[in-house]
């Protein structure tokens, strides 16, 4: 089992940046899962926002946030991050990290196994 724990969310100022993190444990967790953040606003679906491959040498990201976000990890640590600069105030939403045990980039959320319980992000304008 793989349990995942995210931190780093909080209220700012459009314009302005957070950084979340994503902690991952278990006695099966390695360096060798795909992970990958989404996020939900009130009343809408969970979107997709970024990506990231096992080594961290491959990354995607959702239209809405590429060049403002970065996506990365620290497998040493097991600990995933998502950089989030000139933030508006339609990114508001419960982030979520994800995870699956496998190699390749993975963008689609019923392909994860593994989930946060989300943080909360705030834009206010």
């Known amino acids: 089992q793989v349990q995942l724990v995210e931190s780093g969310g909080g209220l700012v100022q459009a314009g302005g940046s957070l950084r979340l993190s994503c902690a991952a444990s278990?006695?099966?967790?390695?360096?060798?899962?795909?992970m990958g953040w989404f996020r939900q606003a009130p009343g809408k679906e969970r979107e997709f926002v970024a990506a990231?491959?096992?080594?961290?040498?491959?990354?995607y990201y959702a239209d809405s946030v590429k060049g403002r976000f970065t996506i990365s990890r620290d497998n040493a640590k097991n600990t995933m991050y998502l950089q989030m600069n000139s933030l508006k105030p339609e990114d508001t939403a419960i982030y979520y990290c994800?995870?699956?045990?496998?190699?390749?980039?993975?963008?689609?959320?019923?392909?994860?196994?593994?989930w946060g319980q989300g943080t909360q992000v705030t834009v206010s304008s």
């Open positions: 278990g006695r099966t967790f390695s360096s060798s899962y795909a």
């Open positions: 990231i491959n096992w080594s961290g040498g491959d990354t």
């Open positions: 994800a995870a699956r045990r496998t190699i390749p980039i993975v963008t689609a959320a019923r392909q994860y196994n593994y």
